[in-house]
């Protein structure tokens, strides 16, 4: 199992606590994963970057140059990081594994089907749902694969976040029936943020270059997030917890996983 897979599980169970000790603990596991977007040619330009507050980065690199991909992982070091592919051939999964990358993002086309046999590496399929080739019918398919996660784009940008937009990321993760992982702009203040938590959002992923000082304040408000709806109130009943989370999505939705 992968170190994102687990991450992303615990963002689901994850909730502010009472006391000193408990806000260690909820500080150490975050109700809503940061992603830091970042390309491989940014991270040589900027050391910085490899110390982002993100709590994993995704790097965008050719996987087939194990140079570059050499020269992330000693920036790097034990840092938790995926590779941002095109597409990947199983050798290009090696290369990454032994550089220590922990999961990879990759887009349908051109990757090849081996990589889903691989049990030791995340792996998150790009899903661009605002593009007219893809239909309900292949996002249904895609709950037969044996992929961990989507990251999901809006087509038209996520900011303002309104209803509507909110309706079409609901139904992508209602029909695609995975966790979900979601790019964000980096002026995504808490609000709505605090949104994408609670309908199930496991993660959200921002540019570090484009951010600069707004990834801190990103992952400040997630810290500060309130309970989702239905923790720890009289009365209250816990949020149903499938591999997206979220109480739109419940746990007997994803019995045919």
């Known amino acids: 199992m992968s170190k994102l897979t687990d991450l992303l599980d615990k963002t689901q169970t994850a909730s502010p606590g009472i006391g000193f000790a408990a806000s260690r603990q909820s500080a150490a596991v975050s109700s809503i994963a940061l992603i830091g977007r ?5 991270l040589a330009d900027d050391a910085d970057l490899a110390d982002s ?4 980065l995704l790097v965008t690199i050719d996987a087939s140059d194990s140079g570059a991909v050499g020269r992330v992982s000693d920036a790097l070091g034990g840092r938790l990081w995926g590779a941002r592919v095109g597409s990947a051939s199983s050798l290009d999964i090696g290369v990454l594994k032994e550089a220590g990358c922990d999961f990879i993002v990759f887009d349908a086309e051109g990757t090849s089907a081996a990589v889903l046999n691989d049990g030791d590496l995340g792996k998150v399929i790009a899903v661009g749902f605002g593009e007219p080739e893809f239909d309900e019918e292949e996002a249904k398919a895609i709950r037969t694969l044996d992929v961990d996660c989507a990251l999901l784009t809006p087509p038209d940008g996520l900011m303002p976040l309104t209803v509507q937009k909110l309706l079409r990321i609901q139904k992508m993760r209602s029909t ?3 966790r979900t992982m ?3 702009p980096s002026d995504t203040g808490k609000s709505e943020l605090e949104t994408l938590r609670n309908t199930g959002v496991a993660a959200v992923a921002v540019s570090l270059v484009d951010a600069g000082s707004e990834v801190r304040r ?5 810290a500060n997030l309130p309970r989702r709806r ?3 109130g009289r009365g209250s ?9 979220g109480s739109v999505i419940g746990d007997d939705e994803y019995d045919d996983e």
């Open 218 to 222: 990103i992952k400040e408000d997630i």
């Open 38 to 42: 970042v390309t491989a040619a940014e």
């Open 176 to 178: 695609v029936r995975k």
């Open 237 to 245: 009943s816990s949020p149903s917890v499938g591999f997206g989370g």
């Open 230 to 232: 239905g923790q720890g």
């Open 182 to 184: 979601l790019n964000v």
């Open 53 to 56: 507050p993100a709590d994993a």
